[in-house]
Each structure stands twice: as C-alpha cells, then as structure tokens.
C-alpha cells in the first residue's frame, strides 16, 4: 500500500524558514517523479513543485521560484521542501504527492499524503 | 499559464441523478486533463486521467470526455459517497501544470 507522510508544518513568522518533510512506503521511490502541491485555507489546488525521480531535474511555480528549495534523498525514501522568506500567502495545506508512471515526468498526482499545515503569521 | 475555468461552481443533486461536471481550458490542452475527487479532510484522489481513462480502482459510474478546451466528468447515477469537491488538472503546458477551481458536488 502506497503511503505518504508529511511533517513539518507550524505557525512561523513572515520572513521565516522551514523544512518540509515526506516519508514515502509501499513503492519504489527512487522509480518516480515527486510532487509538492498546496492548498490554502479553503481554496482550491496549486501546484508547487516537483523532482524527477533520480534528483537532477526541478520545477517549480513562479510564486515560490527562489525562495523554495525541493529535494529527495532516495537512500531514505524521503522528500524535502527547504521553504525560505515565508510570506503570509504560503499559508496551505502542504501535500506530497507522488506521480503516476515509472522514470518519467508524468505530471499526474496518484497518491496524495495527508498534508502538513504551514501557517505564515505575525 | 493556461487557465481552466469549472463550471458550475455548486451543483446541487439528488442520490441517483446524474451529474455532469465542466472544465475549460484557456488553450488547448489536448488529452491531457485529469480529475481529482477531494472530501472535506481528505486529501485529493485521482479519478480520471488523459481525459478519459479511469484510474486504478475509480467505479464505473466515473467517466470523463473531451478534447482541446472543452472537457466534462460524468457521474452516472450518484452515490451519497460522490458528494465532494472535484478539480481538473491540465499537464499539457507546464511549468506550471495547473487546476481548475473546483466544482462543489453537494445534496439537494
């Protein structure tokens, strides 16, 4: 069964950092291409960020370029989202997602974590 | 950055109706449109993908049609578990791949 945990969110000032963390089970992780996706607070879905499955390609969306960092270490089946000069609009709902087909960049999310709520706040 | 627009915004259905949900795209996107089902608490959950492609486990009820701009996501016949918001994904003009708003899906 495929499974991921996020970790990582809490109530941080504007201006501030955080690392966002996801543990990935029940697949092959170093096989497929991860994805970070948010969603504030009673919004819809947008996406953040993305990793090809070995680490050497990134994308991310304008709003965060620069300021957020993603990355993966495949000898611990786990994700990363370094997040930097936080501002009050990266509030969300964090979720790790993990994309649909083997070694290539699909762009199609088929297994979501739970989330990990981020809170930019004075 | 293509757009893709929902409609309606709240589709309001009775247990058994069939329910016909929209997505537009600001440009062509070809196939490459997916939906997402999303309950309250719950993260996503990929129903259709390249527009008409069931995923892994997705009932039969779930169908998905269209080409180019237009796209729509049928419910056969409703089941009290289908009422839930659902988002379309476009992966045919990225970065950055993009989302619709969302249809809310809710009892009459």
């Known amino acids: 069964e495929v499974q991921l945990v996020e970790s990582g969110g809490v109530v941080v000032q504007p201006g501030g950092s955080l690392r966002l963390s996801c543990t990935a089970s029940g697949f092959t992780f170093d096989d497929y291409t991860m994805h970070w996706v948010r969603q504030a607070p009673g919004k819809g879905l947008e996406w953040v960020s993305l990793i090809s499955w070995d680490g050497r390609s990134t994308y991310y969306a304008d709003s965060v370029k620069g300021r957020f960092t993603i990355s993966r270490d495949n000898s611990k089946n786990s994700l990363y989202l370094q997040m930097n000069s936080l501002r009050t609009e990266d509030t969300a709902l964090y979720y790790c997602?993990?994309?649909?087909?083997?070694?290539?960049?699909?762009?199609?999310?088929?297994?979501w974590g739970q989330g990990t709520l981020v809170t930019v706040s004075s | 950055e293509i757009v893709l627009t929902q409609s309606p915004a709240t589709l309001s259905l009775s247990p058994g109706e069939r329910a016909t949900l929209s997505c537009r795209a600001s440009?062509?996107?070809?196939?490459?449109l997916a939906w997402y089902q999303q309950k309250p608490g719950q993260a996503p959950r990929l129903l259709i993908y390249d527009a008409s492609n069931r995923a892994t486990g997705i009932p039969a009820r779930f169908s998905g049609s269209g080409s180019g701009t237009d796209f729509t996501l049928t419910i056969s016949s409703l089941e009290p578990e289908d009422f839930a918001v659902y988002y379309c994904q476009q992966r045919n003009n990225w970065p950055p791949y993009t989302f619709g708003q969302g249809t809310k899906l809710e009892i009459k």
């Open positions: 440009q062509s996107v070809g196939s490459y």
């Open positions: 997602a993990k994309d649909s087909n083997r070694q290539q960049l699909v762009l199609v999310p088929d297994y």
